[in-house]
């Protein structure tokens, strides 16, 4: 008995000295060898030797630069568990594959990072042509809590993603389906998650991609780059499907929706200039490789902004002065569009320290709106409304070129103001205080090359002044008086004052210009108009190529209305024989429109709680109806089974049908083509053989629905074409 116990001793000490001497010869092979196998030095603190399962386990292993000091990376804990039996196939394959705390350093340094030369031998190895198929299979991949970081030393700049866990079920030299999932903390509140499907049969793959809650703050030292910046707050959450090609990596689109939430902005002196509840893009497509981009809507929820004007400049001009200092844009090589920006219940601060007393006021319940923006448009325009805190309602049009940002125009319509809240400012210039009286402004302004261009229209009505005050500031004109002479039956006073100036002068001040003129027509009572600088001004109009019009709609815009009777003057004239309409339309926004429409009739309808419809109501109530009216999602929610994720015009295609909706495109064409031979015909007084509409053509790229114009002279073709 005390042999055989004698024997099974000497087994287990044999034993644990052959498991612990190949755990000591596999540790100090790799650190001996390491730079040799992979270029790069390799401590291991320790390592555990299964022979009875082949698993490998190690703990604190170090990887080094190149110059064999700084530390590349480092992992906490690693585990392989090598199944041996698959070689007998001449597979080499693996059951469980776990890397625990993997922290990861990369630093740049002008041009070069940290990582350029690691690894040099594995990358010779991959680059040797080998005929023979390498069998392989991984299974269960495992990355846990692990940390990457950024450094760039040029910037002195730092980004960091921790907390990274990634799984892989398996990994394989003949997968046809494989998926995949990671996830990371994004600062100290985000995340990231990603889940990949990878479907090698069909060539194909999708990537599922959520951000949620990514301090903007992270990024602040990027964007100080570009705008005059302190501070930066602001989560970001983003949820897009990747789509694409294994075997074409040009074939790739991305779609989904992105949000920022609590954006606050502070400029240069540390003062905030804007913060925004909400913002968020429905984007359609994006092609990356093709520079391609849609976007559906974005849509700016409650912001508020300041806009201070001073001596010098005004705070958002300081705030975009590094980005553009010289005002030229460069034309983007990217073919965009953007379908619609919408601005809801904006706050905008106005406040004008130029003139004594400051002028400031308050524009609450703003809403703007722009449409149809793209690489092809050479100007961006926008409609907004909104309400003055101390009584009156403002609206209005503006518009910037995108190729020179000092190249814009506003329009702008002020109504019912009352001048009461103005008594101070009255009393300083005027030496009498307001004690009733409403006013209505029309102000254009139009700036190109740097020439300005500027109308005002002011209109008081039954206003009062009080008894005059002794001012040092104050003009000598006899305001009362002036008012009373020009004063009309309905007690209003209308004063028209044009300006014309040249922003490269340094003395020329619009406000001062503007306030002046009002003076000497004051001056001058009697008089109904005065040009203060010279003479009026005449607006050119270009020959227009194309006849553009609005999604969903057959009604010709006004101001295409203009390119219509200029070319009716050509006809008429004798210098053309005949115009050809060419109709080019996108029926898929087109649809997407009119199922759009058509869903929120069914929406008003649904609130009345008479039967029958009032046709000239509902016009109304269609057009005050916000797209973006809480109560009008909700419904459209609820009548369709798509899942959140899907776009609002997809879910009001659904509602309405296919069918249905190709029913009430064809009709759209149709009544299109009515609408131009009813304009040309009734309004232009063209005969019906002075033009020709042809059929109708597609195209997915164009930002509006068009009429392309072909001019026919005697025996000469003249075409005016556009960029699609």
């Not at 703050?217 to 949820?239: A, H, M, P, Q, V």
């Not at 300041?306 to 980005?323: C, G, P, V, Y």
């Amino acid at each position: 008995m005390k042999l055989k116990y004698k024997i099974l001793l000497l087994i287990c000490v044999l034993s644990i000295i052959t498991i612990a001497s190949c755990s000591v010869l596999i540790k100090r092979y790799i650190t001996k060898n390491s730079i040799e196998l992979i270029g790069n030095r390799i401590d291991i603190s320790s390592l555990h030797f299964n022979p009875l399962t082949f698993a490998i386990s190690a703990n604190d292993v170090k990887i080094f630069e190149t110059n064999n000091i700084n530390i590349l990376a480092s992992i906490e804990h690693i585990y392989l568990d090598f199944s041996p039996f698959k070689l007998i196939d001449n597979e080499y394959s693996i059951s469980k594959f776990t890397i625990s705390g993997l922290n990861v350093n990369i630093s740049q340094y002008d041009s070069r990072f940290n990582f350029d030369d690691a690894f040099e031998p594995l990358r010779n190895k991959s680059n040797k042509s080998n005929t023979q198929e390498l069998k392989y299979s991984i299974y269960n991949i495992e990355l846990k809590e692990s940390n990457i970081v950024f450094s760039d030393k040029n910037t002195g700049k730092q980004i960091s993603l921790n907390a990274i866990n990634f799984q892989l079920p398996k990994l394989a030299w003949n997968n046809t389906e494989s998926e995949a999932g990671l996830n990371l903390k994004l600062g100290d509140n985000g995340s990231l998650y990603l889940q990949a499907q990878l479907d090698d049969k069909n060539k194909r793959y999708q990537i599922n991609c959520k951000v949620n809650e990514f301090d903007l703050n992270s990024i602040e030292d990027y964007t100080s780059e570009y705008f005059n910046i302190t501070k930066l707050n602001g989560l970001l959450n983003f949820n897009c499907s990747i789509v694409g090609s294994l075997s074409d990596i040009n074939d790739i689109k991305i779609s989904g929706v992105t949000t920022i939430n609590d954006l606050s902005v502070f400029d240069g002196n540390k003062t905030e200039i804007a913060n925004i509840k909400g913002i968020e893009a429905d984007i359609y497509y994006y092609k990356p490789t093709k520079s391609s981009l849609y976007l559906r809507t974005i849509e700016i929820l409650e912001p508020n902004t300041k806009l201070i004007i001073d001596d010098t400049s005004n705070n958002w001009s300081k705030f975009l002065q590094k980005k553009h200092s010289n005002g030229a844009v460069e034309k983007s090589t990217m073919n965009y569009m953007i379908r619609k920006i919408s601005v809801m219940n904006g706050n905008l601060l106005f406040n004008d320290k130029r003139v004594e007393p400051e002028i400031s006021t308050e524009i609450q319940n703003i809403t703007a709106s722009i449409s149809n923006i793209s690489n092809e448009t050479n100007d961006i325009s926008a409609t907004y409304e909104g309400l003055i805190k101390s009584g009156g309602k403002l609206h209005g049009t503006a518009s910037l070129s995108t190729g020179d940002i000092k190249e814009w125009q506003v329009n702008a319509n002020l109504t019912n103001l009352p001048l009461v809240n103005y008594s101070e400012f009255s009393s300083h210039y005027l030496s009498r205080p307001i004690l009733n009286g409403s006013l209505d402004y029309q102000f254009k302004l139009k700036v190109s090359n740097n020439h300005i261009t500027n109308n005002n229209r002011l209109t008081f009505s039954n206003i009062v002044f009080g008894d005059k005050q002794k001012s040092k500031t104050a003009y000598k004109v006899p305001v009362q008086t002036a008012f009373n002479i020009l004063k009309d039956k309905r007690n209003t006073v209308t004063i028209d004052i044009p300006i014309i100036g040249d922003r490269k002068n340094e003395n020329f001040i619009l406000t001062e210009e503007i306030r002046t003129a009002f003076i000497q027509y004051l001056k001058n009572a009697g008089k109904t108009k005065i040009k203060h600088v010279g003479k009026s001004i005449n607006e050119l109009t270009k020959d227009a190529e194309t006849i553009k019009l609005n999604f969903g709609k057959s009604k010709i815009p006004f101001k295409q209305e203009v390119i219509l009777s200029k070319a009716a003057d050509k006809i008429k004239s004798g210098e053309l024989k005949k115009l050809l309409f060419y109709p080019i339309t996108n029926p898929q926004l087109d649809k997407e429109e009119l199922a759009f429409q058509q869903v929120k009739i069914q929406y008003l309808k649904s609130k009345q709680r008479s039967k029958k419809t009032n046709d000239n109501l509902l016009k109304v109530k269609l057009k005050l109806l916000s797209d973006n009216k809480p109560a009008l999602i909700k419904y459209i929610n609820a009548q369709t089974s798509l899942t959140q994720n899907e776009s609002i015009y997809s879910k009001c295609i659904d509602i309405i049908g296919e069918n249905e909706t190709e029913k009430l495109y064809q009709r759209l064409i149709e009544d299109r083509n009515a609408e131009l031979v009813k304009h040309l015909t009734n309004k232009l007084k063209l005969n019906s053989g002075a033009f020709e509409i042809k059929n109708n053509e597609v195209s997915n790229e164009i930002p509006s629905p068009i009429y392309q114009i072909k001019e026919i002279s005697s025996g000469i073709g003249v075409e005016f074409e556009g960029d699609f």
